[in-house]
């Protein structure tokens, strides 16, 4: 059960574009198709953003997209604006309803 | 609205127990599974446990298998974490965490547990 690998940092400019991406292995990542990512504001509720690699829970602005090729997963952020800026944790089921979270992204808006 | 709220956290030396308490709200809660879910200062998020709609159903990551029990009382709307033989490598903040399908989709603010002498 190791932690699933993030990049520690993205930054960007107001309405540029940054991916986050998230690697597995194949007992993880590439075996489901059930990646999840979360935003957290440090001191708040983590806030569920994409489910199921790329479906985006009613609310969460089409700026926020997920994708997925072989053991790794993706969150791209478009039109990056300043509330953007918090941590981001990809999070994949590992199989006999065991899950395991992404090591975070510090998303850092210039 | 969804409301989960933790309660149970404190300071509490090696090896001795705690339980961990999550009042929910605002849902039909035995229709879904809970998990617990856990941030140690300065670290990223870790899976703890999951327990399933009814309660029959148990599973835990592998640190704190043996060690930790996930139950739930479908009655109070109420989710449990008994945890025994604490390490310091226990301390975090511990979430209460709402299934859905294969993600979580509601959050409680966590309560801080801290492992120390």
């Known amino acids: 059960q190791s932690a699933l690998t993030q990049p520690r940092s993205v930054s960007g400019s107001p309405g540029q574009s940054v991916t986050i991406s998230c690697t597995g292995t194949?007992?993880?990542?590439?075996?489901?198709?059930?990646v999840s990512w979360y935003q957290h504001h440090p001191g708040k509720a983590p806030k569920l953003l994409i489910y199921d690699v790329t479906k985006r829970p009613s609310g969460v602005p089409d700026r926020f997209s997920g994708s997925k090729s072989g053991n790794t997963a993706s969150l791209t952020i478009s039109g990056l604006q300043a509330e953007d800026e918090a941590d981001y944790y990809c999070?994949?089921?590992?199989?006999?309803?065991?899950?395991?979270f992404g090591t975070g992204t510090t998303v850092t808006v210039l | 609205q969804v409301q989960l709220v933790e309660s149970g956290g404190g300071v509490v030396q090696p090896g001795r127990s705690l339980r961990l308490s999550c009042a929910a709200s605002g849902f039909t809660f035995s229709n879904y599974g809970l998990h617990w879910v856990r941030q140690a200062p300065g670290k990223g998020l870790e899976w703890v446990a999951l327990v399933s709609y009814d309660g029959n159903n148990k599973y835990y990551t592998d640190s704190v298998e043996g060690r930790f029990t996930v139950s739930r009382d479908n009655s109070k709307n109420t989710l449990y974490l008994q945890m025994n033989s604490l390490r310091a490598e226990d301390t975090a903040v511990y979430f209460c965490v709402k299934s859905s399908g294969w993600s979580f989709d509601y959050w409680g603010q966590g309560t801080l547990v801290t492992v120390s002498s």
């Open positions: 999070c994949s089921y590992a199989g006999i309803y065991t899950y395991v």
């Open positions: 194949i007992s993880d990542v590439g075996g489901y198709n059930y």
